[in-house]
C-alpha cells in the first residue's frame, strides 16, 4: 500500500497529513461488462430529464448526492443552468413545504430546545467533526417567502451546502446542514402526522437567545475553523442575531448581507447603463424598495456602497433610499416603526399615508424599483409603466423567491416598458424575443456571491465576516462580466462561470479580511494576486468522475 502525504498549513506552520484514497474501481463483476463512467453520466441526466416535476427531478438529485456525490456534482457543474433550479430555488421552496413526507434517510444535524444545556454532546455526534468548515444553519421561521416551516426548513441548509460545492469547491465532507428545532407556529404542520420536528409552539425569546448562546459557543468550540451562515431566521431573529454574534464569530446572514451583496452587483451594471441612457450621474439615482423586511433592509443597507463609493456620504447615501412596507411609505411622523425600519424611515415627508404605490412613484420617482416583499404581481403593468414614464431605461428588480412568489415575471416588464427594462429576479425567468431582439434576464442569484465568499473566508481564517468583505465579493462580481456579456447586455455574468468567479471572489475576500485584520491565515499576506489565485484553484475540489 502506498502512503500519501500532503503539507499543509496551520497557525503560520506547514504540517503534513495523509492524503484521501483515490476512489475504488468497482471489482471485477459487480458492474456489467460495457459500464463506462461517461456514458453512465449521460445515462443518469437521462433518467433526471425523464422526471415530469421538479420535486420529482429534486428527489432523484437528492438520492444521486446521497449514492455518488462525485456524479451528482459532476452532472451540476456540467449543467449548472439546469439543475440549480432544481436543488435550490425555485424548486427547493416546494421541497421544504413537503420535506416531512418526502423525508428517505437522514441528513445533517438536529438539535432541539430538547437539547438545551446539552448541545455540546450533540455536535459531537457529526461524524466529521475534524472536516467540518462550512455550516449552514436555520431555524425554519421564515423559510424564502413560504412562512414558518419548522424543521421542513433543513432542505434550505442542505441545498445551500450543495451549491457551496458546486460553485466553489468546498469538499463536500466539509460541509454541516444543521437545523434548530424551536418548534414551529404552523398549526398544519403540528397536525400532520408526518411532521418529523417538535409539536410544540415556537419558544419565548429569552429562551432561544440562551438557546443561541450555547449553540453558537459550543460550535467554536467543537469546530475553531467552521464558518457559519445563518439562513431563513425570521426578520428580527435575523437582524437580533447577526448584531450579537458577528464581531465575536465568523458568521454572516447571507438573506442579509448575501442577497445585498448580489443586488449591488446588479445594480451597478445596471445604474451604468440607466446613466448612459439619461445622461444622469450615478450618484443621482433614486431606489424604490417595496418589502421592508430582513433581506428588504439588508439590501438597502448594503446598496448604500453604491452611492459612497460615488463619492456621497453615508448620509448622503442614505437619502437616496426610500421604504415601502405593509403601511405605505416608511417615514418617521407616522407612527411606530419596527427597529429594522428606522434607519430609512424619511424625515423630509409628514403628510398623510401614502398607501398607494403609483402615487410613491410619482412622489419618489425613482431610477430603480427593488422587489422584496413575496407578493406575487405586486409591479402591476401600471407600476413598470409609470417606471417607464420617468426613466429612459427603468431598473427593476422582483427579487422574492420563489418565482411564483416574483413581484412580476421578465415577460410584463419587457412588454410594459417596451424593451427597455434592465431587470434582475430572485428566481429564473426564461430568455424574451422582443423587436427582433433576444432579451436575457439578470438573476439576482446569491449563488454569485456565498460560495466565493465562504471559500474566502474559510481559507482566510477569517475570524469576522465584515462588511468590507461582502462588499469586496460585490465588486468582485460586478467586475466579473466578460466583454461578450457585457455586449449582450447582461448585468450579471453566466452561472456557467460559476468556479471562475468564485476563485476572483475568494481572492477579494481574503485582501478585504487582511485589511480588515482578521485573518488566521498569515503565510498569505506576503502572496500577490496572482499567487493567491493559484493558491486558491487547487483548493477548488472536484468530482472525481
Known sequence: MTIILTPYWSNGVQKLKLAPPPPE??????????????????RTLAQLRSKDQPLEKYIFLSRLKSDDPDLFYKLCLENMPEITPIIYTPTVGDACIQF??????????????????????????WAKIDEARISVVTDGSRILGLGDLGVNGMGISIGKLSLYVAGAGIRPVSTMPICLDLGTNNQAFLDDPFYLGLRQKRVPEQEMDEFMDEF????????????????????????????????QYPVFNDDIQGTGAVVLSGLMNAAKLSSAASGMPLN????LFFG????????????????TLQGLSVEEARRRIWLIDSQGLVYESRGRLAEHKKYFARNDYSGPPMTDILDIIDYVKPTAL????????????????????????PIIFPLSNPVRLSECSFSDAVYYTNGTVLFASGSPFPEEDFSGKTLYPGQGNNMYIFPGLGLGAILARATQVT??????????????????E??????????????????????????????AGVTRSLELDSKSDSELVAFIKPKMWKPAH
Open 284 to 287: 443621482s439615482h433614486r431606489i
Open 486 to 515: 457585457r455586449a449582450l447586455g447582461l448585468l450579471y455574468p453566466r452561472i456557467e462561470r460559476i468556479r471562475e468567479i468564485s476563485t476572483d471572489i475568494a481572492m477579494q475576500v481574503i485582501r478585504a479580511a487582511q485589511k
Open 292 to 307: 421592508a423586511g430582513s433581506a428588504g433592509v439588508g439590501v438597502a443597507t448594503q446598496l448604500m456602497s453604491f452611492f
Open 100 to 125: 416531512s413526507q418526502i423525508y428517505r434517510r437522514p441528513e445533517g444535524l438536529y438539535i432541539s430546545i430538547k437539547d438545551k444545556g446539552n448541545i455540546k454532546n450533540v455536535l459531537r455526534n
Open 370 to 393: 427593488l422587489g422584496l416583499s413575496t407578493i406575487s404581481g405586486a409591479f402591476t403593468p401600471e407600476v413598470i409603466q409609470a417606471m417607464a414614464g420617468i426613466n429612459p431605461r
Open 25 to 42: 474501481k468497482q471489482r471485477h463483476g459487480l458492474v456489467p461488462a460495457n459500464f463506462a463512467d461517461d456514458i453512465h453520466a449521460q
Open 467 to 484: 462588511d468590507s468583505m461582502v462588499e469586496a465579493s460585490s465588486l468582485g462580481l460586478a467586475n466579473s462580466l466578460t466583454a461578450e
Open 216 to 247: 453558537m459557543r459550543e460550535m467554536t468550540l467543537a469546530f475553531p475553523k467552521m464558518m457559519i451562515q445563518f439562513e431563513d431566521f425570521s426578520t428580527d431573529k435575523a437582524f437580533r442575531y447577526l448584531d450579537r454574534y458577528r464581531y
